[in-house]
């Protein structure tokens, strides 16, 4: 397995930037040439290093020898307008429509409707509502939640649910997850939370849907890093929506997490409405097989006992959809015993062909049963269920 290097390449990154910005305040220019041919080299490391994030190293590195070339040539401070940070306003710029372009990337189009998830209807039902009113000419005294907490165990649908609104407004769909903005831009955390917000009020309606929340904002301690802090002050910032425009437009903000109690207690102040979703019961279960078995035979299913079965082994949405798949693939392995013999054949041969379907029995889910294991237990729920009691609503 390779190394990571990146950690150590950045903290070095980090530790030639100082040096060079001491020198230009000092006044001593050589140093400061050195320093930022330094930091080009090592952002051309990174760039090797990090390969998904190759290109945006480069463009660094490229900047930051300019840099070196300017100050060789006696020009710098005097054709680049030099900010705090020792970078140009150009540079500023390019960095602005560098995250703007990322952000732009985390856009997708809802196509979920709301009878597209199997159950969860009292859920549903205080999603609806919440988007109806932020949507509707109202009062001034009438005023939305702008913030909507998801949690329960994994797989329960929460992403779905998030879907579903988007598309039932047609809004603007940003789907993040934690690791989009941790991972993508070391160091660089809240300016891409920042970027986020503005061109989600430009393209308002805008639903941004911060998934694994708690991974972005923990509980702060003392050996919370500066990066994480100011990462997530911001995020608190634009959370409280007081952005003037911001206020006249549409940005709802929904967050899911299945670990709530490791939320930072700032973060829970502003997500007011916090919606507990559980684990489908009998009534759930039976619309979900229903969802993930459609344009297939069921009538010799008994859902009752699949459903009774599911809930008592404690299935989440998602184990419910992978025993599904399990079962249909038992019957198409049966009916299909030579499948692997066409592998050899091209792509415009097999569009010829029929895969061979029969009517899924009871024992394909039986047998789908002894796969698919749920790796919650009864405590866990406890524990979702007593948060949701103290903290939900």
Known sequence: MPVDLSGPLLS????????????????????????????????????????????????????????????????YGRKAVVGAEGKSTTQ???EEDQFREYVLGLISKSRTTWDDIGGLEDVKLL??????????????????????????????GKTLLASAAAGSLNATFFNVKASSVLSKYFGESSKIISALYEVAREKAPSIVFLDEIDALTTRRSNDTSEATRRMLSTLL?????????????????????????DLDEAVLSRFPKRIYVPLPDKEATKAIVRIHTEGLDISRLDLDAIAEESVRRLYSGRDIRNLCQEAIWNMIREENKDLHRLAGLPFEELRKRSLRTRPLEMRDFEEAFRKIKSPLTKKDIERYEKWAEEFGG
């Open 237 to 261: 910032t634009e959370l409280e929506g007081f952005h003037g425009e911001g206020n006249e437009k549409l940005v709802l903000t929904l967050a899911a997490t299945n670990t709530p109690w």
């Open 127 to 156: 999603m609806m509502e919440t988007v109806v009113i932020a949507a509707l000419k109202k009062p001034a005294a009438v005023q939305p939640w702008r913030g909507i907490l998801l949690f329960g165990p994994p797989g329960t």
């Open 12 to 75: 070095e990154f980090e530790r030639a930037k100082k040096e060079f910005e001491r020198a230009v305040a000092a006044g001593d220019m050589e140093t400061a040439r050195r320093s930022a041919l330094r930091c080009a080299s090592i952002l051309r490391q990174l760039a090797r290093h990090v390969p998904y994030n190759g290109e945006l190293y480069l463009k660094k590195a490229k900047k930051w020898e300019d840099v070196a070339g300017q100050i060789e040539r006696g020009e």
């Open 92 to 94: 500023e710029k390019d």
